[in-house]
């Protein structure tokens, strides 16, 4: 049996007062859409085909090749939405799953649960719904005697009596393939001038199908966003979500309502997560690690028994056992090798530190290459830009730099060399050589007990 998938996306979203697609609008640093994908990706036997309207070229560039695309011209309504999908499935799918890409809380074990329903069933349509206390704009789910649906009633519809129906329905359906393309024919036009998906259920009703609703066992995942109160309920929900699931993996999160860990996070065993800690992107953080409070790290890669106090990482690589903070900053091209320390107030960018490195407070390190087990002073900087290009600063192993000496690149300094405070460095320095003085100048040949 081949199962395909239609993500509706067409929509523009007026209430969320915007002029980005609302399916674009970001739920924990991804575009809600990213979600509706990622439930369906591993439960379809083809790409999903994203229906797309307002916006069309926003959301296209956003989703990439992951989908197929079909463009809704006209806002007709969902089950409009649903037809112009027609020619691109019909004779190619058994099975159709439609969902919409503004639930983004929705999960893929329901969704399979869904279609196992579906095909354990013999009605052509069975759908989704959750039982709560808040409508939130929700058609209501009527059923008979016999527990079966026998009518969705929009909310705009609905009597004063079915409007105290507590059983709301979620909009994730699954079809047969060949019963819906005709069914979809038959779908009356509301006084809008729309053609609405929902009424397909009365159709299969009015056919003498029973049709089955899987009540979903969380209901947060029947929550859907029209607004930007909505977008906060559905970020608190999923930030939430993501940081139960590390907790429940072995991860200590001091405080969960004010730690933010995007979706694509890897956290290893015992790390430890500090308030005010934001975890975004592509980020990799290993065994027993401190990270945080106050700190954020963006697309970086942390090793194993790293302590990261009140700093900024962007894109850049932890080796074991560093240790930064606060208030240091590590810019793009940053590699720490094991060991290293750096203390309050530095930044590095570009820049590669060797193992067991230490570098003082108040300093600047960019495109550099330094050695193994360096003493960098604190007020440190490396004067890499000359107005035109930015040039490499290379510090050996063993090195001593004073405190408040200028590195002017390009620049070399050799193994086991010092330079004095307040150096300002010019020109490259050989082995175990002291330099001292503005310009700086050498001083003499350092002995070994030096």
Known sequence: MTIASIILAAGQGTRMRSKLPKVLHKIVGKPMIWYALNVVLELVDQPP?????????????????????????????????????????????????????????????????????????SSPVTMTSFL??????????????????????EQADATPEQLEIREYNVSAYCFQADWLWEALGKIPVSAKGEYYLTDVVGLAVGEGYSVQSMVLEDPTEGVG?????????????????????????????????????????????????QPNTHLRGQTVIGKDCEIGPDTTVIDSKIGNHVRLLASVLEEAEVADDVTMGPFC?????????QGVHMGNFGEVKDSILGAGTKMGHFSYIGNARIGKNVNIGAGTITCNYDGEKKNLTEVGDDVFIGSDTMLVAPVKIGDRSVTGAGAVVTHDVPQDTLVVGVPAKEKRKMEKSD
């Not at 709560?132 to 009633?153: K, T």
Request: net charge negative; aromatic share 4%.
């Open 49 to 121: 085909v994203v229906v797309v309207g307002y916006g069309a070229d926003a959301v296209r560039d956003a989703v990439g090749d992951t989908a197929q695309y079909v463009l809704q011209e006209e806002q007709l309504g969902t089950g409009h939405a649903v037809a112009c999908v027609q020619d691109t499935l019909a004779s190619r799918v058994d099975t159709v799953l439609v969902t919409f890409a503004d639930m983004p809380l929705l999960r893929a074990e329901s969704m399979a649960q869904l279609i196992a329903l579906h095909q354990e069933g």
């Open 132 to 153: 709560g206390d808040e409508p939130r704009g929700f058609g209501r789910v009527v059923r008979n005697s016999e527990g079966y649906v026998s009518a969705i009633i």
């Open 225 to 273: 966003l029209n607004n930007r109160v909505h977008l906060a309920t559905v970020e608190k929900l999923m930030r939430a979500r993501i940081n139960q699931k590390w907790m429940l993996a072995g991860v200590t999160i001091i405080n969960p309502d004010v730690t933010y860990i995007e979706p694509e996070v890897m956290i290893g065993q015992d790390t430890v997560i």
């Open 329 to 337: 900053h590590l810019r793009k091209g940053a590699v720490l090798k």
